[in-house]
């Protein structure tokens, strides 16, 4: 690893150099897409999904994600999405899969802090930033059960401590659509969804 003196002397948390990652051959830099999307589906959830090889790598976190360090959130691992999924913002008809009401929570780029993102998610941990409208630095997804073929793998994702760590409960602040700032109510009631049901996840109105 030439790069290794190189890294281990920056912090790229805090500098804006480059850290060098390897692209593979054949590849050139692009960035990866990062999205979440609040699901008000039978339960209210929030999809994770990164950009790797062509699709969206899709984690369903019940709670939401927390910048606090000290707080692990619960990522269940789902099907790969396609990429234009990120785009999705609208009602799923009643009936239908994941139906309810679907937001685009916070949107923008991630890049991997490891050499090798497949045998990252392999060996089940793959460390990251995000360069999103809500959340920026570095995060990390552990797995901490489900490897093998039967169970869907379960993974924590967690907030690494660096200048975007805080307190802020940023779920409950910052409660609407990144690219429409609409409520999970206004998007059902555009699209033609249960807006009383979609209401239930967005902040009491105060
Ligand atoms: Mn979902």
């Given at each position: 690893m030439p790069l290794t003196e190189y890294r281990k002397k920056r912090r790229f948390e805090v500098t804006s150099e480059p850290s060098g990652e390897q692209l593979p051959p054949g590849k050139t830099a692009k960035a990866l897409r990062y999205v979440i999307q609040k699901h008000r589906a039978s339960h209210l959830h929030y999809d994770f999904?990164?950009?790797?090889?062509?699709?969206?790598?899709?984690?369903?976190?019940?709670?939401?994600?927390?910048?606090?360090?000290?707080?692990?959130?619960?990522?269940?691992?789902?099907?790969?999405?396609?990429?234009?999924?990120?785009?999705?913002?609208?009602?799923?008809?009643?009936?239908?899969?994941?139906?309810?009401?679907?937001?685009?929570?916070?949107?923008?780029?991630?890049?991997?802090e490891v050499p090798d993102v497949d045998e990252a998610l392999n060996n089940g941990e793959l460390k990251f930033r995000?360069?999103?409208?809500?959340?920026k630095g570095s995060w990390?997804?552990?797995?901490?059960?489900?490897?093998?073929?039967?169970?869907?793998?379960?993974?924590?994702l967690i907030k690494h401590r660096d200048p975007f760590a805080s307190k802020r409960d940023m779920t409950g602040e910052e409660p609407r659509s990144a690219i429409s700032n609409r409520t999970l109510a206004e998007i059902a009631r555009d699209g033609g969804g249960d807006v009383a049901r979609a209401a239930t996840g967005d902040p009491p109105a105060g």
């Amino acid at each position: 690893m030439p790069l290794t003196e190189y890294r281990k002397k920056r912090r790229f948390e805090v500098t804006s150099e480059p850290s060098g990652e390897q692209l593979p051959p054949g590849k050139t830099a692009k960035a990866l897409r990062y999205v979440i999307q609040k699901h008000r589906a039978s339960h209210l959830h929030y999809d994770f999904r990164l950009e790797w090889n062509d699709v969206l790598l899709s984690w369903a976190v019940p709670k939401g994600p927390s910048l606090d360090p000290s707080v692990k959130r619960l990522a269940a691992q789902v099907e790969d999405h396609p990429l234009d999924y990120a785009d999705f913002e609208g009602a799923i008809p009643a009936g239908e899969y994941g139906g309810g009401t679907v937001m685009v929570w916070d949107k923008g780029t991630w890049s991997p802090e490891v050499p090798d993102v497949d045998e990252a998610l392999n060996n089940g941990e793959l460390k990251f930033r995000l360069n999103g409208k809500k959340l920026k630095g570095s995060w990390v997804l552990v797995r901490i059960r489900g490897f093998g073929r039967s169970e869907r793998p379960s993974w924590l994702l967690i907030k690494h401590r660096d200048p975007f760590a805080s307190k802020r409960d940023m779920t409950g602040e910052e409660p609407r659509s990144a690219i429409s700032n609409r409520t999970l109510a206004e998007i059902a009631r555009d699209g033609g969804g249960d807006v009383a049901r979609a209401a239930t996840g967005d902040p009491p109105a105060g």
